[in-house]
């Protein structure tokens, strides 16, 4: 599909975009509010400074997308693939990144913790802010650092998240 027929098209009242490819394409502040873009491949495409406000961008494929300056403001972005990819100054507020593939992605830090959970944690920074997903747990550095502190104390986790402060 091309940046002129979805324009058309979501400017004529469709929303369903499911499954369309996507690959490559040009959305630079393309407003695309609400769409659903479940299944979608749009890798490589360039989507800064897009409005994707409460889009559905679950199981997409955006490895090595231009996401710069995005607005996924309540977006469902459940599975999605975001390896490589640049969320530099993304509005991810409210955005469901469960399951999210964030390996990669500019903005994007991850750690193992050997210690004694053996778990891998995954960091993605949000304007001045570190986001942070501890297995099912997604809040704030300082909410993860809290938790950390009240339960196993994990050394590992308490030396990154030291790192990341000063990032």
């Known amino acids: ?6 324009i058309e098209r979501y400017n004529n009242g469709e929303r369903d975009f499911s499954g369309a490819n996507l690959d490559g394409v040009n959305l630079k502040g393309v407003n695309l509010r609400g ?11 360039n989507l800064r400074e897009a409005n994707l406000r409460g889009a559905n961008l679950s199981h ?45 992605a500019n903005d994007y830090y991850s750690f193992y913790t050997y210690d004694t959970s053996k778990r891998i944690v995954h960091c993605v920074k949000h304007e001045k802010t570190w986001m942070v997903k501890d297995g099912v747990f997604w809040g704030t550095l300082e909410e993860l650092e ?22």
Request: hydrophobic content about 45%; glycine content about 6%.
């Open 35 to 45: 769409a659903d873009f479940r299944g979608a491949t749009l890798k490589c495409s």
């Open 60 to 104: 997409a494929n955006l490895k090595g997308a231009s996401l710069r300056g995005v607005d996924l403001m309540c977006a469902s972005l459940y599975s999605a693939n975001f390896r490589s990819a640049d969320l530099s100054f993304a509005n991810l507020n409210v955005a469901n990144l469960y399951g999210a593939n964030i390996n990669g």
């Open 146 to 167: 809290e938790k950390i502190k009240t339960t196993d104390n994990s050394i590992v986790c308490l030396a990154n998240i030291e790192l990341l402060k000063r990032l």
């Open 1 to 6: 599909m091309t940046r002129d027929e979805l």
